[in-house]
């Protein structure tokens, strides 16, 4: 699985990598070193801007979700803290993800992502959960293969207020590969850049085929590395998060 992963970089340098031509209008996210379930994250998406015919072509945007995507038909957001990640063998199955997987696909940009192994100590005899920091080698801006989905909040009354609306999102996972896969057996699923556009244009809806797009992650060495145990509480951040320690 994929439960907390690092994005540090600002949306100008998200906008130029992802060709997005239009900024966020909203205030820019803040680096962070510990995204955790239910935060606010960046991501890359195409839609046909609101108030605008249907025919118009798709436009692509960079902006905030919050993680852990909440299904249209569900009657509370908290579902959403269950569904921060989606399995790319079983998703165009699973009602929760099946319809935004033809028609709401998106990237969520990140440094690199954490994963946890049991560790026991050899004095007291206690097992306690070790972070290991994932990340490509060369340094590289990871796309995170995602859904999003829209929830409209049945407590506000007119449809074009903000509040009436929710976006949120989830990332999508495969078999570890590489390094990460000595630390656990799943792993958020990257895209190469040349999957970028038929990932998120709209209008390409073939389930065959957006599969297709996710039977490997991009390619690239992983490097891992033992982190500070600071990381398994969300309220910690800052970059000394990913120093590396001795387990």
């Not at 038909?73 to 033809?102: C, Q, S, Y």
């Not at 560790?119 to 290991?132: H, L, S």
């Not at 992650?217 to 982190?227: H, I, K, N, Q, T």
Request: net charge negative; aromatic share 8%.
């Amino acid at each position: 699985m994929c439960g907390r992963y690092v994005s540090t970089r600002g949306p100008e340098d998200l906008a130029r990598h992802f060709h997005v031509a239009d900024r966020p209008v909203a205030e820019p996210l803040a680096p962070s070193w510990n995204v955790a379930p239910t935060d606010d994250v960046w991501a890359v998406l195409e839609r046909t801007p609101r108030g605008e015919d249907d025919a118009a072509p798709a436009r692509r945007e960079l902006r905030s979700l919050r993680w852990g995507l909440v299904p249209s038909w569900a009657k509370d957001v908290k579902i959403g803290a269950r569904m921060i990640n989606a399995r790319a063998e079983t998703l165009h199955e699973k009602p929760a993800f099946r319809r935004a997987f033809v028609r709401r696909r998106c990237l969520l940009p990140a440094d690199g992502f954490y994963e946890w192994q049991p560790v026991k100590a050899e004095d007291t005899g206690r097992t306690r959960k070790q972070p290991y920091f994932i990340h490509p080698e060369d340094g590289r801006v990871m796309a995170l293969a995602g859904l999003y989905e829209y929830w409209r909040d049945p407590q506000v009354q007119q449809d074009d207020d903000p509040a009436a609306w929710l976006l949120t999102c989830t990332v999508i996972t495969t078999d570890a590969t590489d390094a990460a896969g000595r630390v656990h057996p799943r792993m958020p699923l990257s895209l190469t850049e040349d999957r970028y556009d038929a990932w998120l244009d709209p209008a390409h809806q073939d389930p065959d085929e957006l599969r297709a797009l996710l039977r490997s992650p991009a390619e690239g060495r992983l490097e891992v590395r033992p982190v500070s145990p600071a990381v398994n509480d969300a309220r910690h951040d800052g970059p000394h998060l990913l120093d590396p320690i001795t387990p």
